[in-house]
Structures are given as structure tokens and as C-alpha cells.
T-cell receptor
Framework: AQSVTQLGSHVSVSEGALVLLRCNYSSSVPPYLFWYVQYPNQGLQLLLKYTSAATLVKGINGFEAEFKKSETSFHLTKPSAHMSDAAEYFCAVRRGSSNTGKLIFGQGTTLQVKP | GAVVSQHPSRVICKSGTSVKIECRSLDFQATTMFWYRQFPKQSLMLMATSNEGSKATYEQGVEKDKFLINHASLTLSTLTVTSAHPEDSSFYIC????????????FGEGSWLTVV
């Protein structure tokens, strides 16, 4: 069985500061991991995904995440926060085999960016 | 642009009535689509897998007679909430894997259902 845990339901940073959103996973099979962003009253937009290729994954909007098997982590980072980054962020793991489209989501982290 | 589209984005219905939400894959075919439910300030919970040409597969605890899913074509899945109750009010989101992009999973814009 797979699961993801996002540490911190709410993260607040100043504009220009480093963004770090934490995600730890549990998986009995090699995991496929994702980060999605959700703006208010909207669907989910894929930021990046890890599919067992490079451990450092670069995504859209300057975000990146590093897969660390030893720490079972897939933390999301961005060097410099922008006001437009304020949103809800979800870490997810693909459930089951690599061919399934089912995702298990973490609890979500609200990112607040202060001017 | 969006690769998965939902309609309507918002709908209000009366208790006891049924409401249909559509999920369309744009410019690609999806033999499977997925329906999620999201309560305010909470995460997404998978409700069911919509399968083109066969019955949907429901997650444990989801009433299949209440949440009817029909995968009418390779680009359209519909979720019908039957005999809606206020507790069915929620944000419903669909997703579909895009095979041409390594099965990247794209999500629709979501549909807000309010049952009054």
C-alpha cells in the first residue's frame, strides 16, 4: 500500500524567500510521485513528477523536487517565492502499478506568501 | 491550455433531484478516467474509476447507486449524483491519464455542487 504525508498544513514565507514544502511517502513498490498545485476553486495543475529517472526533478514555475529514497522524501522547493505562488499544494503517489492512474493525495499544504 | 475539461463548473440543485457532471478529455482519448471528491480545505479522495466500455470501479464506501458513472466514449465520462442530499455538496474533480505524455495525469477544473 502507498501513502504520502505532507508535514505542515500551512507554510508562510516572505516574498523572495525559499519555499520548502515537505512530503514523505510510503510505498511497497518503486513510487511514482507528483506535486500538484491548486488555486482557489480550481482544479489541480501538475507541477512536476518523479518516475524513477533523475532524482532531481524540475517542474514549472521554478519549482523542483528531489527524490530521496533513504529518507523516503520528495520535498518541493523554490528558491524565491512569488506572490502568485500562494495556493494549496498536494503531494501524491500513484497507487498500485505504474500503469494505474489512481493517485493517493497528501493532506495538502497551504502556502502563504507575505509581501 | 486545459487538456481535461469539466462541465458545469458550478451547479446548484434541490434535494432529491439528480445532477450530471461531465468530464471530457480534449484532443486525446482516455480509456479510463477518475473521479475525486474534495471537501473544503481537505484533500482529494478517489471515488471511482470510469472505464470506457465497461462498468465503473468504485472505491470502498462509495455508493455506486448514488454516484452513477458512465464512460460514454473515449473522451467523455459523466458522474450523476442521484437523489442528491445536502451532504453531497462538494467539489468534484475528474482526471485522465494522457498516454502520449507518459501517462501524465491531468485534472479537470472541478465542479462545485451545492445541494439545497
Amino acid at each position: 500500500a502507498q501513502s504520502v504525508t505532507q508535514l505542515g498544513s500551512h507554510v508562510s514565507v516572505s516574498e523572495g524567500a525559499l519555499v520548502l514544502l515537505r512530503c514523505n511517502y510510503s510505498s511497497s513498490v518503486p513510487p511514482y510521485l507528483f506535486w500538484y498545485v491548486q488555486y482557489p476553486n480550481q482544479g489541480l495543475q501538475l507541477l512536476l513528477k518523479y518516475t524513477s529517472a533523475a532524482t532531481l526533478v524540475k517542474g514549472i514555475n521554478g519549482f523542483e523536487a528531489e527524490f530521496k529514497k533513504s529518507e523516503t522524501s520528495f520535498h518541493l522547493t523554490k528558491p524565491s517565492a512569488h506572490m502568485s505562488d500562494a495556493a494549496e499544494y498536494f503531494c501524491a503517489v500513484r497507487r498500485g502499478s505504474s500503469n494505474t492512474g489512481k493517485l493517493i493525495f497528501g493532506q495538502g499544504t497551504t502556502l502563504q506568501v507575505k509581501p | 491550455g486545459a487538456v481535461v475539461s469539466q462541465h458545469p463548473s458550478r451547479v446548484i440543485c434541490k434535494s432529491g433531484t439528480s445532477v450530471k457532471i461531465e468530464c471530457r478529455s480534449l484532443d486525446f482519448q482516455a480509456t479510463t478516467m477518475f473521479w475525486y471528491r474534495q471537501f473544503p480545505k481537505q484533500s482529494l479522495m478517489l471515488m471511482a474509476t470510469s472505464n470506457e466500455g465497461s462498468k465503473a470501479t468504485y472505491e470502498q464506501g462509495v455508493e455506486k447507486d448514488k454516484f452513477l458513472i458512465n464512460h460514454a466514449s473515449l473522451t467523455l465520462s459523466t458522474l450523476t449524483v442521484t437523489s442528491a442530499h445536502p451532504e453531497d455538496s462538494s467539489f468534484y474533480i475528474c482526471s485522465a491519464p494522457h498516454q502520449s505524455t507518459g501517462n501524465t495525469i491531468y485534472f479537470g477544473e472541478g465542479s462545485w455542487l451545492t445541494v439545497v
